[in-house]
């Protein structure tokens, strides 16, 4: 299942790195991307962990981005 996520105000091709990274790491996604010019996070992720993902990447993102505004699309 695909997923995006709008990740309003990125502006660090670093942080956006490490965010697609973290992400791709977590247990049941199986492809991460972010695009730092579109601000979105793309995610493949099994049908099962879909629903309780999101509270999983708004920490990651505000680990690295802490104004970084996570918004499900």
């Not at 492809?31 to 730092?36: A, D, P, Q, R």
């Not at 099962?48 to 999101?54: R, V």
């Not at 509270?55 to 505000?62: N, R």
């Amino acid at each position: 299942m695909r997923k995006t996520y709008i990740l309003e105000d990125l502006d660090c091709a670093h942080c956006a790195g490490k965010i697609e990274e973290a992400v791709g790491k977590l247990e049941g996604v199986s492809k991460s991307t972010v695009t730092l010019l579109t601000q979105k996070l793309v995610i493949e992720v099994d049908e099962e962990k879909a629903a309780s993902i999101g509270k999983e990447i708004k920490a990651i993102v505000k680990k690295y981005e802490p104004d970084v505004e996570v918004i499900e699309k």
